[in-house]
Structure formats: C-alpha cells, structure tokens
C-alpha cells in the first residue's frame, strides 16, 4: 500500500484538538478539586475560625468573671457597712461610758461641795468631832465623849475653871472637856478652829491629848 504523509496543517490541527480535549479535561478536574477545597477548609483555617470565637473568663467557684466580680464588690460593700455599724455601736458605748462617768463626777463634786450638816448643840458637836477623829484615826467613842464632857463641863462650851492650880498659874482650863491652852495648842487637830473654845477644837484635842496619854478617851473616867 502506497505510504503517504499528511500535510503538515492536518498534523497540526489534529494535535491542537487532542490538546483541546485534554486542556478540558485538565480544567475540569482543576475546577472540582478547587470547589472541594473551598468546601472544605484547612486545619489551619479551623483553628483561625476557632481562634476567634470569644471565650469568657470563668471564676473558681464556677462563676462568669463578671458576676464574680459583682459579688465581691457587694460583699465588699456590706463588709464596710458592718465596719461602719461595729463602729457606731463602740462609739455610742463610749459616749454612755463618758456620760456615766461625768454624771458620776457630778455627783461627787456635789457631794464634796455639800458638807455634812451637824446640829449646833451638844450631840452635834460630839458627832462631828468623831467624824473628824476617825478620818485622822484619833480613837474614840460618842460615849467615852459624852461621859467625860458631862463631868469636867456640863456640856457648857464657854466653861472655865478659875479655881484649880492651872488657873492659879495663869492657864485655866476651858471648854467643853477643860483643856489648858498649851495642851490645846500642841494637840490641835488640823481642819478645826485654832480656838480653844470652839466646841469641835476643843473636843477633838482634848480626845488626840487623852489618846496619846491614856490611849482613848474612853479610858478616862477623871480629871485628866
């Protein structure tokens, strides 16, 4: 059989269709694999994708960050207002305290400012010499009082003996229990009249002089 040889522009046309078809083919295996990859994202992207997802912040006790947040703020506010509370009931305990005190002040300072009130006579004398002795501890009873002014005066505050040898020395004895004057000027007690006819001056030496001779005035039953 006779060879032959196409002519060059058949040759070539059907290379170009061959190449047309498999272009296709090429193109259109190139389009599904490109839709299957933008289906079906990358792991990279996946992550990216879950990257951005917003995450809220969780406290220990299970709670959102911000409702925690919120609850100490409101326990905090309660703490301050129990602080404030404990410190208005010590405030108000310190001031009861500080008025109790000064209402007991008061009553002292008025108590100091009123003396005790003593009947002006015989048995006012004699209890108010006794409250002097024993606040100095000069010993002594109202009796042992009583008995010995009775005898040395008869209760007469003015009395003097103008008889006896003090009165021949120039010293009478005067008073409720007939004290000479040096006698009352060396066993004075501090806080009575320096006058040796005062009732109370003159009770209250004449008790500190027995005392310190006799040990009581109690103990004297006779001119002393």
Do not use: C
């Not at 079906?40 to 917003?54: N, Y």
């Not at 301050?80 to 300072?109: C, G, L, M």
Request: aromatic share 4%.
């Amino acid at each position: 059989m006779p060879s032959f040889t196409l002519p060059r522009t058949a040759r070539t046309a059907r290379i170009t269709g061959t190449h047309k078809v498999a272009t296709a083919f090429l193109l259109a295996v190139g389009a599904t694999t490109a839709v299957a990859a933008t289906a079906t994202p990358s792991t990279a992207q996946t992550a990216s994708a879950h990257g951005s997802i917003a995450v809220k912040p969780v406290s220990a006790n299970g709670l959102p960050a911000t409702a925690k947040a919120k609850a100490d703020g409101a326990k905090t506010h309660i703490e301050a207002a129990k602080s404030v509370t404990d410190r208005i009931k010590v405030t108000a305990v310190a001031e009861q305290d500080h008025t109790a005190k000064q209402a007991a002040n008061r009553s002292t300072e008025r108590k100091a400012v009123t003396p005790k009130q003593y009947a002006n006579n015989l048995d006012g004398w004699i209890r108010e010499a006794l409250d002097i002795m024993d606040a100095k501890g000069i010993p002594g009873s109202y009796e042992g009082l009583h008995r010995n002014i009775m005898r040395e005066s008869s209760g007469n505050p003015n009395a003097v003996n103008d008889w006896d040898i003090n009165a021949i020395n120039g010293i009478p004895s005067k008073g409720l229990l007939q004290v000479i004057q040096p006698t009352f000027d060396t066993y004075h007690v501090a806080g009575t009249p320096h006058n040796l006819t005062d009732p109370v001056a003159n009770i209250t030496a004449a008790a500190n002089y027995a005392a310190d001779r006799y040990g009581s005035i109690d103990n004297v039953n006779s001119a002393y």
